[in-house]
């Protein structure tokens, strides 16, 4: 069975700080690799997904990942981040063959002050 | 992406009584829905795969008589959670996409059970 962990379970940053979630899984065969984020009272939204190709993502909002096979790790990046990326932010996973199911890791709370 | 809605968004029950959650998909044919569940401050747990027609697919520890899942349409799933009681209460959200493909998820639907 295929599993994620998301080690950073709280994370506080000033705005302008550089950001890096890290996000290692578990599965022997092809993956796809997601980052959702959650913002206050709102609900999952994707801020990218890696399934083949270019191992390094970009998503929306001036977030990246980066995908490392030999280290099982998809870390999500912001080079400069905002007050308003306050979120809680979800990696999962899902197998290449398509019966699989998202597994999540259980999150990071990302708190950023002014 | 694929627009995904539920209702209700909030609903207070009484301990022994049922509740029905709806789960639509409105531009997107979705044989294929999954039912999460999210504690406070913890990650989706994947409860369910529904499935258009036919039976759903439960997650391991989940209760199918407990949680019934109904799929009659490629745009409506519900969820049902019968005999609620406190332990019941949660976040319940739904999934629409493809499997093996990224997902959109829907606002999710606060149960509490009093």
């Known amino acids: 069975a295929q599993s994620v962990s998301q080690h950073n379970h709280h994370v506080i940053l000033s705005e302008a700080a550089s950001l890096e979630l890290g996000c290692n899984y578990s599965?022997?065969?092809?993956?796809?690799l997601f980052w959702y984020v959650q913002y206050p009272g709102q609900h999952l939204q994707l801020l990218l997904k890696?399934?083949?190709?270019?191992?390094l993502v970009k998503g929306i909002k001036g977030f990246e990942a980066e995908f490392i096979k030999s280290k099982f790790s998809f870390n999500l990046r912001k080079p400069s981040v905002q007050w308003s990326d306050t979120a809680e932010y979800f990696c999962?996973?899902?197998?290449?063959?398509?019966?699989?199911?998202?597994?999540f890791g259980t999150g990071t709370r990302l708190q950023v002050t002014l | 992406g694929a627009v995904v809605s539920q209702h209700p968004s909030r609903v207070i029950c009484k301990s022994g009584t049922s509740v029905k959650i709806e789960c639509r998909s409105l531009?997107?044919?979705?044989?294929?829905m999954f039912w999460y569940r999210q504690f406070p401050k913890q990650s989706l747990m994947l409860m369910a795969t529904?499935?258009?027609?036919?039976?759903?697919?439960?997650e391991q520890g989940v209760e199918k008589d407990k949680f019934l899942i109904n799929h009659a349409s490629l745009t409506l799933s519900t969820l049902t959670v019968t005999s609620a009681h406190p332990e019941d209460s949660s976040f319940y959200i739904c999934?629409?996409?493809?499997?093996?493909?990224?997902?959109?998820f829907g606002p999710g639907t606060r149960l509490t059970v009093t």
């Open positions: 999934s629409v996409g493809p499997p093996s493909y990224e997902q959109y």
């Open positions: 529904s499935n258009e027609g036919s039976k759903a697919t439960y």
């Open positions: 890696y399934f083949s190709g270019d191992p």
């Open positions: 599965y022997g065969g092809t993956v796809n």
């Open positions: 999962a996973v899902n197998g290449g063959d398509t019966a699989s199911k998202l597994t």
């Open positions: 531009d997107f044919q979705a044989t294929t």
